[in-house]
């Protein structure tokens, strides 16, 4: 699909006619790919009513265009109606008589997520998005790599993680649902996480899941190795690398390391995250965590930064946009252990003690005793 802007002509239009007749000041309607761009650039920008617009004119010219259908699916989610998603999502897929051949796997991706009452239904969309994935992928291995530019590169890896998140997430409705009790259901996870691996042993997502199948199946040393493996190459990456995984992974690996007692590579996360956005209400409840958890490790400054955390925790969460009841409980039991113990939050220095804290913590965390989480 191109990025032209080219003006397309009116019928009738004379090449040859005077200025004042060929109404040339008169806008022209855009192309299809211009249009598609310019709903795109608005979707970033969380435009959603005005991309909306351009979108009805893409279906007005071309009624099956299936990237505008996605668009237009995109912003009922993001506006709360989910049954209308649903149905075009549904449309772009068999035995839907408007579905593209073959059909859309983005399309099922957004199915599956949009199932919450069938975890088995998710499962079949989810499955059903990764074998298109991989017969893409196939098909991209049978070219050369003398003949393959930077830009199917860049193509085959993003594919490998779509099919790495999908592969997560059904691990993730496996373990997370009633699925966990059936019989097949650790064997399964298996076979699902080392096809994530196979697919890119260096992804961090596809490692941080086989760290928490490893640590539900009490096999830490092994969830310890892929968790360390995970940060080894998280590390390295610069901010606007691709590869590097969503914020929810990057928030679940940073539980991992509590579990481990990981501290450092925990706090070193953390601030990243923090970094990007400092009202992330998660990463502040997990550095309070963190900090409560090393204790008198970091010379008690561990509790006052703690107390400091947490309560930027809630104060975001009270803001709203935020419903994790359970962690706001949690975060509100902590900030009572803590001002039971004497602990109150740092006056103005609260970035000092932050830096002062990992300091410490990183001086000792070679030898520093593990902290099991409560």
């Known amino acids: ?199 890119d042993p260096g992804n961090v997502e596809a490692l941080e899941c086989l760290g928490s199948v490893r640590m539900s199946q009490s096999r830490p040393d092994e969830a310890r190795q892929a968790l360390e493996k995970a940060w080894k190459v998280l590390k390295e990456l610069e901010p606007d690398d691709p590869r590097i995984p969503p914020l929810p992974t990057r928030l679940s690996l940073t539980r991992r390391f509590l579990e481990l007692s990981l501290f450092s590579q925990a706090l070193s996360l953390i601030q990243s995250i923090l970094a990007s956005d400092d009202e992330e209400i998660d990463a502040w409840y997990l550095q309070g965590w963190c900090f409560f958890l090393m204790g008198e490790q970091v010379k008690e400054t561990g509790e006052n930064i703690a107390r400091d955390c947490l309560e930027a925790c809630r104060t975001f969460y009270r803001q709203g946009g935020h419903d994790d009841q359970e962690l706001i409980d949690h975060v509100e039991v902590l900030i009572k252990s803590l001002e039971t113990a004497g602990f109150r939050s740092s006056p103005d220095n609260g970035d000092e003690v932050v830096d002062s804290a990992e300091e410490d913590w990183e001086d000792d965390d070679e030898t520093g005793p593990d902290v099991e989480m409560g």
């Open 1 to 199: 699909m191109g990025r032209t802007k080219t003006i397309v002509a009116s019928k009738g239009f004379r090449a040859n006619a005077s200025p004042s007749k060929s109404k040339k000041n008169v806008p022209q309607p855009l192309p299809t790919p211009a249009l598609v761009n310019k709903a795109q650039s608005l979707m970033g920008e969380m435009n959603y009513e005005l991309a909306r617009r351009f979108i009805q004119r893409i279906l007005e010219i071309e009624p099956n265009h299936v990237e505008a259908r996605e668009m237009l699916g995109i912003i009922e989610i993001e506006e709360g109606n989910v049954d209308d998603a649903r149905t075009l999502f549904t449309s772009l897929v068999p035995p839907s008589q408007t579905a593209p051949s073959p059909p859309s796997y983005s399309a099922y991706l957004y199915l599956a997520q949009l199932t919450d009452s069938d975890p088995r239904h998710a499962l079949s969309q989810y499955q059903a998005a990764v074998d298109l994935l991989l017969l893409l992928i196939k098909g991209k291995e049978r070219i050369e790599p003398s003949e393959l530019d930077d830009a199917d590169r860049n193509s085959d890896a993003a594919l490998r993680r779509t099919v790495i998140s999908a592969l997560v997430a059904m691990v993730e409705i496996w373990m997370s649902s009633d699925l966990c009790y059936e019989p097949d259901a650790e064997q399964t996870c298996d076979a699902l996480v080392t096809l994530a691996i196979n697919s």
